[in-house]
């Protein structure tokens, strides 16, 4: 994949880092099943609760001991199969996740972006964009003058004018493309992606990999979680490959892929 010509180094040459994931453990407690919700179990949980971990809960180790050092002007992708703690890692870099035992170190703000980020549904995407700025630090003149290119990006008034619509109404996709291009209208110092390119069509997977490419110009680090293998191979110049929590490889986009694609087939 090109460079496009991205700074990764300051003017001495030294490369810098702007996240640092050291002997990263994420471990968190889930309910392990049993009366398939009834009032009966939930009563039943509640009263064991004071004997410490109850009955039908379990502890699940999602990150187990992972370190990385990403560098300003990357874009890394995660990839390996369903479980194996890609999103998980993400949250913990967001600060959304506390590590149970090991640290992470950003330089600068870290922002997630994932499918599944809130929007206020009873708003307009119109609204919506206003609020998702101002939740980005962007001033209202900023938001003012990028308005109709986060518009004009999403493509979601292609085939009529949904931006005046509350978010209720849109599709899946349509607020997943919103939401990208919110975000990717302001330069991040370290931007989160969470499969948020398997949303659109093609058209729309190639405008955001070329903004990711623009994002990486300006001196950020994105991070892109997707199943999509072609879309890691376009966007990224680096891969760290999770399964079962574990980083098993972290390097060049080629090598990991081929090194995963010949253990699972995929």
């Known amino acids: 994949m090109a460079e496009d010509n991205i700074r990764i180094a300051d003017a001495s040459g030294e490369r810098i880092p702007t996240v640092i994931a050291d002997d990263v453990h994420i471990v968190y407690t889930v309910n392990g099943g049993g009366g398939r919700g009834s009032a009966t179990a939930a009563l039943s949980r509640i009263v064991r609760r004071d004997t410490g971990e109850s009955r039908g809960m379990r502890k699940v180790h999602a990150v187990r001991g992972v370190s990385f050092t990403a560098y300003r002007g990357e874009a890394i992708g995660l990839i390996g199969t369903n479980g194996s703690g890609k999103s998980t890692l993400l949250r913990a870099i967001a600060g959304l996740l506390p590590p149970a035992k090991g640290r992470v170190y950003t330089n600068g703000q870290p922002s997630l972006l994932g499918v599944n980020a ?7 995407g119109e609204r919506n964009v206003v609020l998702g700025g101002l939740a980005m630090g962007m001033s209202r003149e900023e938001i003012k003058e990028r308005y109709e ?27 997943a493309r919103l939401r990208f291009s919110i975000a990717a209208a302001k330069d991040h110092d370290v931007l989160m992606i969470d499969e948020a390119l398997a949303t659109g069509d093609r058209k729309f997977q190639i405008r955001s990999e070329e903004r990711i490419r623009e994002l990486r110009k300006h001196a950020g680090t994105v991070f892109l979680v997707s199943h999509s293998i072609g879309s890691i191979r376009d966007t990224c110049n680096r891969v760290l490959w999770l399964e079962r929590g574990e980083l098993l490889m972290d390097g060049p986009t080629d090598e990991v892929v081929k090194a995963y694609q010949k253990e699972t087939g995929r």
């Open 118 to 124: 809130a929007l206020m549904n009873e708003l307009t």
């Open 149 to 175: 290119d986060i518009v004009d990006f999403s493509g979601i008034n292609e085939k009529g004018d949904f931006i005046t619509l509350p978010m209720r109404t849109y599709s899946s996709g349509m607020a």
